[in-house]
T-cell receptor, first 113, second 112 residues
Framework: QQPVQSPQAVILREGEDAVINCSSSKALYSVHWYRQKHGEAPVFLMILLKGGEQKGHEKISASFNEKKQQSSLYLTASQLSYSGTYFCGTEGIGSSNTGKLIFGQGTTLQVKP | DVKVTQSSRYLVKRTGEKVFLECVQDMDHENMFWYRQDPGLGLRLIYFSYDVKMKEKGDIPEGYSVSREKKERFSLILESASTNQTSMYLC???????????FGPGTRLTVL
């Protein structure tokens, strides 16, 4: 079953912060985050593994709460280049480590000057 | 630089035609994936291949088949295209395990 992302869309001014959530109804082993800019391929941001890990990438970081089966992506002091659609991809426990993911429906982020 | 290429960026076909979408990766990856992307539905997995000639159905395999005769190439086949298969199709590849996927630029298919 697809994870649910919230919000579906968000508009920010440059310098503002945003949080994107990804919730699953299944127990998770890992959560992957990707960003897709308009007209381009999705690009990998980070992977979070079971264990409540928090990772960072420039001013973009994420956390993974395995008890809540939820991950959050934090965008700090947003820049125009952060605009795009963000997808979480989840791997359920017992998935045999195949690399197969179930992606959420996406969150569209627009950063305005 | 790693690369996943797809045979066409845009494709227009007629209902009932057989359609082939090709994907090639140059990273010697074991895994290859075909996704369909529709507004509000995100990326949905059609088929997955973890080795040459090996495949596994994804979440929405109906109306599609795949072929992987060589490690670097993964083809998506629409046996008889229908209008509800109008969509953006994305190919991706990865190594085995919990690692990142590399996506191709996508093929926007319109079925008239």
């Amino acid at each position: 079953q697809q994870p649910v992302q919230s919000p579906q869309a968000v508009i920010l001014r440059e310098g503002e912060d945003a949080v994107i959530n990804c919730s699953s109804s299944k127990a998770l082993y890992s959560v992957h985050w990707y960003r897709q800019k308009h007209g381009e391929a999705p690009v990998f941001l980070m992977i979070l593994l079971k264990g409540g890990e928090q990772k960072g990438h420039e001013k973009i970081s994420a956390s993974f709460n395995e008890k809540k089966q939820q991950s959050s992506l934090y965008l700090t002091a947003s820049q125009l280049s952060y605009s795009g659609t963000y997808f979480c991809g989840t791997e359920g426990i017992g998935s045999s480590n195949t690399g197969k993911l179930i992606f959420g429906q996406g969150t569209t982020l627009q950063v305005k000057p | 630089d790693v690369k996943v290429t797809q045979s066409s960026r845009y494709l227009v076909k007629r209902t009932g035609e057989k359609v082939f979408l090709e994907c090639v990766q140059d990273m010697d990856h074991e895994n290859m994936f075909w996704y369909r992307q529709d507004p509000g539905l995100g990326l949905r997995l059609i088929y997955f291949s973890y080795d040459v000639k090996m495949k596994e159905k994804g979440d929405i395999p109906e109306g599609y088949s795949v072929s992987r005769e060589k490690k670097e190439r993964f083809s998506l086949i629409l046996e008889s295209a229908s209008t509800n298969q109008t969509s953006m199709y994305l190919c991706a590849s990865s190594s085995i395990g919990r690692v990142k996927q590399f996506f191709g630029p996508g093929t926007r298919l319109t079925v008239l």
